[in-house]
């Protein structure tokens, strides 16, 4: 999503089906100092990317608090893997516009041929599951101010190797539905399953994303279920897994640097893990 077209396309789409979450200031670092506005496509576009767009940063307060990012893919070196273009949103869970949100995901899934989207909230119950994934992955869980890990974030790092512990609710596009098939993913035995287009399926879990919190053990139960239903071996298993950013395990720190200079990272499929073909934009 390099394309100035593409990108732009985008953010258009988060104004028109998001107005709850408009951004109010925007920036491609910190701080956030232009004011949000979409009536120039251009000025979204930095100077010193030669005509690219690039990450952009966005907050919003008062109502629907919240801040996000646009990001582009990553472009790949000689005999390095592809990762997709991604976007977050971060906001409050007493104060989200839940409906607002599905809408929002479930549109951009089939409008963006997105290959995953996803809504979901990290309670401190299952803050250890997140915890041992961020593990394997070299990435350590995001935190908020207060000190609670409660974002999540499915990294397109990860996504070539498994699949990280089902969300709360999230949209498989193509990739996905070419990988379970498109009557796995609408039996599957959750609270909602809807098909959105050929190539897109949301899934969601239970009724309420508050659930987390509220009712933690019958999410996970469901959650289990789900993802038996849709074959394990596509979900983290800390019994197979395998760390894909560097060395794991208690070491010195000339040991590490030792260790990190002959890691190899095994290719994806290695463990039995069931992984997708990814069809990327070509440039």
């Known amino acids: 999503m390099l394309k100035p077209l593409d990108f732009f396309h985008r953010i258009e789409l988060h104004e028109k089906t998001l107005p709850e979450m408009r951004p109010m200031k925007w920036g491609w670092w910190e701080p956030l100092t232009h004011a949000w506005d979409v009536s120039d496509m251009n000025a979204f576009i930095p100077p010193d990317r030669g005509g690219n767009a690039d990450m952009v940063a966005w907050n919003r307060t008062g109502k629907n608090k919240s801040f996000g990012m646009f990001g582009v893919n990553i472009l790949p070196k000689a005999d390095s893997p592809r990762y997709h273009a991604t976007e977050t949103i971060h906001c409050e869970l007493e104060r989200l516009s839940l409906d607002a949100l599905i809408r929002y995901i479930s549109v951009s899934a089939v409008e963006l041929d997105c290959d995953i989207c996803f809504i979901h909230h990290i309670s401190d119950e299952e803050a250890p599951i997140r915890q041992i ?91 289990l279920q789900v993802q038996a239903h849709l074959g394990n071996a596509a979900f983290f298993d800390a019994a197979r897994a395998y760390p894909l950013r560097g060395p794991m395990g208690e070491m010195s720190s000339a040991e590490f640097m030792k260790a990190l200079a002959d890691f190899r990272c095994p290719p994806p499929g290695t463990n039995g893990f069931k992984v997708p073909e990814f069809h990327f934009i070509e440039d």
Not at 153 to 167: E, H, K, M, V
Not at 170 to 184: H, L, Q, S, W
Request: glycine share 6%; aromatic share 14%.
């Open 133 to 223: 994934e961020a593990r394997y992955e070299g990435v350590p869980l995001s935190r908020y101010r207060d000190g609670s890990e409660k974002k999540l974030s499915i990294s397109a790092r990860t996504l070539p190797y498994w699949l990280p512990s089902l969300p709360w609710g999230i949209v498989f596009g193509d990739a996905y539905v070419r990988m379970f098939g498109m009557e796995c993913l609408l039996s599957a035995p959750a609270f909602k399953v809807e098909k959105l287009s050929d190539s897109a399926v949301y899934i969601q879990l239970t009724p309420n994303l508050s659930d987390l919190e509220s009712d933690y053990a019958s999410f996970h139960a469901v959650r």
